[in-house]
Nanobody, 123 residues
Framework: EVQPVESGGGLVQAGESLRLSCASS????????IGWFRQAPGKEREEVVC????????YYADSVKGRFTISSDNAKNTVYLQMNSLKPEDTAVYYC????????????????WGTGTLVTVSS
């Protein structure tokens, strides 16, 4: 299976927006659950946003609620992460995971990780 491919990272100033894209052959119909994770320098990897299209479950980390939104375009086999009002603490490598499990207050990446895209937010 081909791993998902992320794009859209870059350098922005605090308060600006950025949209990340994740393309995968898994994003067909409604039977998929995907997530975005991130790892900041010197920190552990954390889940950011996840969605299970088969049942409508979503997960948003408290730190991004109200600022980040996940969406999809099945015609393009692509999932997006819209990031608004970016903060320096959002600086990290962002990973798309094409198979996740959403449980109460948590999202776990199961399989099919992308190689990541770097987002840098300057103050």
């Amino acid at each position: 299976e081909v791993q998902p491919v992320e794009s859209g990272g870059g350098l922005v100033q605090a308060g600006e927006s950025l949209r990340l894209s994740c393309a995968s052959s898994r994003f067909v119909g409604d039977d998929y659950a995907i997530g975005w994770f991130r790892q900041a320098p010197g920190k552990e990897r954390e889940e950011v946003v996840c969605i299970d299209n088969s049942n409508g479950k979503t997960y948003y980390a408290d730190s991004v609620k109200g600022r980040f939104t996940i969406s999809s375009d099945n015609a393009k086999n692509t999932v997006y992460l819209q990031m608004n009002s970016l903060k320096p603490e959002d600086t990290a490598v962002y990973y798309c995971v094409a198979d996740v499990l959403i449980a109460t207050s948590i999202c776990v990446g199961l399989d099919s990780w992308g190689t990541g895209t770097l987002v840098t937010v300057s103050s």
